[in-house]
Structure formats: structure tokens, C-alpha cells
């Protein structure tokens, strides 16, 4: 059982920054972090390799986000730069325990956190 605890969200101002972090609890492979727009389905933002190594990025986001990993803390983040207001959204954090799963599918991961709301005000 992993448990997935997210903290970082808030309110902010279009251009401005956040950096979310999520706390994960037992062994973990690649973490992610997906968000559900209002009104729309949860979607694939970012996800890291277990070790750390490899990232990929909804084309929404390269460039302004940067995900990475602390694995001797078991917690991934979410650098959040220049917010647009289209990026308000809950945020969730995803871990798969498995290998050979696909990286931007939310039907492939295995544990969820319970989200943390991002508002990007214009």
C-alpha cells in the first residue's frame, strides 16, 4: 500500500510561480502528477522515471514546468512556472508500482493522492 500526500497549491497570480511537492510512502517506479480543469477530465501533466532520470511533459507545459524527484525523501515536485490562467486546475499525484506501463495514462497508475487546488487568477 502507498499512500501519496500533496501540498503546494494556492492561489496566484497569471505569470506567477508555485512548486507543489507530494510525499510518497513505500517503494514507488515512475510518479506523475495529472490535473482535472473544472468541468474537465483528469488529464497527464509531467511524469519522472524512478530513478530520476527521465521526465516527460504535456506539450502544455514544456517549458514552464519541471518535475523532479527526491528519492532518499520518496517525493516528487512540480515546479510550476509562469502560470497561465488555462493551468487552474485540481493537481494530483499518481505512483506506479509496476514496470512497462505507460507514462500518460491515469488508467496505469496504481496509487492517487487526494489533490491540491491551483487557481491562476488573470
Given amino acids: 500500500q502507498v499512500q501519496l500526500v500533496e501540498s503546494g497549491g494556492g492561489l496566484v497570480q497569471a505569470g506567477g510561480s508555485l512548486r507543489l511537492s507530494c510525499a510518497a510512502s ?11 480543469p473544472p468541468g474537465k477530465e483528469r488529464q497527464f501533466v509531467a511524469a519522472i522515471s ?7 511533459y504535456a506539450d502544455s507545459v514544456k517549458g514552464r514546468f519541471t518535475i523532479s524527484r527526491d528519492n ?7 515546479q510550476m512556472n509562469n502560470l497561465k490562467p488555462e ?13 512497462y506501463r505507460k507514462y500518460e495514462s491515469r488508467d496505469d497508475y496504481d ?3 487526494q489533490g491540491t487546488q491551483v487557481t491562476v487568477s488573470s
Fill in 72 to 78: 532518499a525523501k520518496n517525493t516528487v515536485y512540480l
Fill in 26 to 36: 513505500g517503494r514507488t517506479l515512475t510518479l506523475a502528477w495529472f490535473c482535472q
Fill in 50 to 56: 524512478g530513478s530520476g532520470t527521465t521526465t516527460f
Fill in 111 to 113: 496509487y492517487w493522492g
Fill in 87 to 99: 493551468d487552474t486546475a485540481v493537481y494530483y499525484c499518481a505512483a506506479q508500482i509496476n514496470y
